[in-house]
C-alpha cells in the first residue's frame, strides 16, 4: 500500500482529495489538526507519532523531523543501497507528500500580533517536508497547492507522470523561496536599518502577458500581494490587461492618490497626468480633467477616487479609453462601459501592501527606497514673498502641489479652479517645462493669467518664474533650495507674484 504524507494549514478540498486517495488503495499518514479533520471525515488515519515511534514535542515544534520520514521520502528507489538502508532501518517509502505551510506572512500583517506569536509562525518541518519530497521528485509526488489536487489524482490514476513531478517540485522551491523571503522581510522590519544586507523578495506571478512595452519582449505581470495593489483590481469586460496599461493604471493611481476623500479624476497618457482635477461629481471632475488636454486623452487610463455614476460612464465611452478604474460603478454605468469590447473596466482602489517599498530596476541591480508620502499640505510651509496668498490663491496652489507630484520630473503644472490647464513633463530644463505648460494651456484655448503654478523641485534660476509671470500666473508653489532662492524670489515681488515655498522636492523620474 502506497503510503501519502498529509499535513495542511490550508485545508482547503482536503477531504475530497483524501477520500479519492484512500479509495485508491493509498495509507494516510498525517498530524494534529489534519488527522483529526481526516478522521472527522470518516477515514483511516495513521499518525506521524506511530510510525517514527517518538511523540511531538516541544509543544508541536518537533514532530516530522525524524528519518523514519524523511528517509523514506529521501531515498532514491533506483539505488539499491537506499533501499537497504530504509528497509534495514525498518523505514517506509512515501511517495506522496501533501504540505502547506503556517501561515507566517497572514500573522506577520495583522495589527497587533505579538512579536512571540509571529514567531510561533515560522515553519520548520513543512519546508523541510517539502524540500526532500521535491529534491527526489524523481519518485515523490510532492503538492504545495490545493488546486493542484485533481491533476495530481488523475496522474496517479494514470501510473504517475514525471513531468508533472517535476513541475511540482519546482513550485514547491518557488513556495518555499518566498515563505523564507518573507520570514527575512520581517526580522529585517525589526531593526532600524530598514535596507538589510541582503535583499530577498518574493513576487506571485500573477499573468502572463501578451508581451512587454514592445512586442518583440516577453512579458508577465507578478505581485506582492493578491490583496493589495494593481493585482486586487477586478476587471469587469474589455481585453486582457496589457504591460503598457498596467504602467499607465499605476500613473493614474498615483496621480490620485493625493486626493482620497474628495472627488478626482486623473487622465493618464504614458504613466503622466495629461488631466487632473477636483469636482462637485464624478462627470464634473472628468470633464474639468478632460479640458486640459483633450487631443492627448486619447488612448488613455481614466481613475476616479469616487463611484462612478452612469453620466459619467456615458461621458467617458464617447472618447476612446484604454482602462477606467474606480471603487465602485453603478450597474448603469458598467451597462454603460461594457457596450465598448475594447475597454478594461476595473473597479478597487488598489491599495499599496503594508511596508511596501519601492523599487527600480537599473543594469546589475536594483535601487530600493521608500515611498514617498502623499504632497498633502504641511504646516512647515512658508510664504517667501511680500505678496501673501488670497484664500483662493492658497486653495489653487494646495491643488497645484497635489498634481505635481504625479507628473514625471522636470514637471510644472498650471491650474485654475481646481484642475490642471496645461501640463509641462518630462523635461530636461524647469524654464522648457514652464513654456511646454504654457503652451498647452493655452493652445487648449485656456486663460493663463491669474493661474498658479506649482513646480516638483526648485527653480534653480528666475527665468521660469519670469516666463510664468509672462503669462500672467499669479501663485507659485515650489520646495525650493537653490543656491538662488532669493533671486527667484526677488522675481516673484517684481512681477507682484505671491509663492510658497515647501521644503519638500516630489520629483518623479
Not at 233 to 253: C, H, M, P, V, Y
Request: hydrophobic fraction near 45%; charged fraction near 20%.
Amino acid at each position: 500500500m502506497p503510503i501519502a504524507l498529509i499535513s495542511v494549514t490550508d485545508k482547503t478540498g482536503l477531504v475530497d482529495f483524501a477520500t479519492a486517495l484512500a479509495a485508491a488503495g493509498w495509507e494516510l499518514l498525517s498530524t494534529g489538526g489534519t488527522a483529526s479533520a481526516l478522521r472527522g471525515a470518516g477515514l483511516a488515519v495513521r499518525e506521524v507519532s506511530d510510525e517514527t515511534g517518538l511523540a511531538e514535542m516541544l509543544d508541536g515544534r518537533v514532530k516530522t523531523l525524524h528519518p523514519a520520514i524523511h528517509g523514506g521520502i529521501l531515498a532514491r528507489r533506483d539505488d539499491p543501497a537506499h533501499m537497504a538502508q530504509i528497509g534495514a532501518a525498518a523505514y517506509r517509502p512515501i511517495d506522496l507528500v501533501v504540505v502547506n505551510l503556517y501561515a507566517f506572512a497572514a500573522a506577520a500583517a495583522t495589527p497587533g500580533v505579538a512579536r512571540d506569536d509571529v514567531v510561533e509562525r515560522i515553519d520548520i518541518g513543512g519546508p523541510a517536508l517539502l524540500r526532500s519530497a521535491a529534491k527526489n521528485f524523481a519518485a515523490v509526488t510532492v503538492v504545495v497547492d490545493p488546486a493542484d489536487y485533481p491533476r495530481v489524482l488523475r496522474a496517479l490514476a494514470a501510473g504517475g507522470d514525471a513531468a508533472l513531478r517535476r513541475d511540482l517540485a519546482a513550485k514547491v522551491f518557488e513556495h518555499t523561496a518566498s515563505y523564507d523571503a518573507a520570514i527575512a522581510s520581517w526580522f529585517a522590519a525589526q531593526h532600524a536599518d530598514a535596507f538589510p544586507g541582503q535583499l530577498t523578495l518574493a513576487f506571485q506571478r500573477r499573468q502572463t502577458l501578451r508581451y512587454g512595452e514592445n512586442p518583440d519582449q516577453r512579458a508577465a505581470f507578478y505581485v506582492e500581494s493578491p490583496t493589495a495593489g494593481l493585482g486586487s483590481l477586478t476587471q469587469i469586460g474589455g481585453k486582457e490587461l496589457s504591460f503598457n496599461n498596467l504602467l499607465d493604471l499605476e500613473g493614474a493611481l498615483t496621480a490620485i492618490d493625493a486626493f482620497t476623500g474628495e472627488t478626482a479624476c486623473a487622465i493618464v497618457k504614458h504613466t503622466t497626468p495629461c488631466g487632473l482635477a477636483t469636482g462637485a461629481s464624478a462627470l464634473d471632475a472628468y470633464r474639468k480633467a478632460l479640458a486640459c488636454d483633450p487631443v492627448s486623452a486619447f488612448g488613455s487610463v481614466i481613475a476616479f477616487t469616487v463611484s462612478v455614476d452612469v453620466e459619467t460612464a456615458d461621458a467617458v465611452s464617447s472618447l476612446f479609453v484604454e482602462c477606467i478604474v474606480a471603487p465602485a460603478f453603478s450597474e448603469a454605468a458598467l451597462e454603460s462601459l461594457v457596450r465598448k469590447k475594447n475597454l478594461r473596466v476595473l473597479v478597487g482602489t488598489a491599495p499599496w501592501p503594508a511596508g511596501a517599498r519601492d523599487y527600480k530596476r537599473v543594469r546589475g541591480g536594483l535601487l530600493v527606497q521608500d515611498r514617498p508620502s502623499p504632497p498633502i499640505p504641511d504646516t512647515t510651509w512658508r510664504v517667501v514673498t511680500k505678496r501673501q496668498p488670497t484664500d483662493a490663491e492658497w486653495r489653487e496652489l494646495r491643488f497645484a502641489w497635489r498634481a505635481v507630484a504625479s507628473v514625471k520630473s522636470n514637471a510644472i503644472v498650471l491650474s485654475r479652479d481646481e484642475a490642471t490647464i496645461g501640463i509641462g513633463a518630462g523635461q530636461m530644463s524647469r524654464v522648457d517645462a514652464t513654456f511646454v505648460a504654457v503652451h498647452k494651456a493655452r493652445d487648449a484655448g485656456h486663460e493663463t493669467a491669474g493661474a498658479a503654478l506649482g513646480s516638483d523641485a526648485f527653480f534653480p534660476f528666475r527665468d521660469g518664474v519670469d516666463q510664468a509671470a509672462e503669462a500672467g500666473v499669479r501663485a507659485v508653489i515650489q520646495p525650493g533650495g537653490s543656491v538662488r532662492d532669493a533671486d527667484v524670489i526677488e522675481a516673484a515681488d517684481a512681477h507682484d507674484m505671491t509663492m510658497v515655498i515647501t521644503g519638500r522636492r516630489t520629483f518623479r523620474h
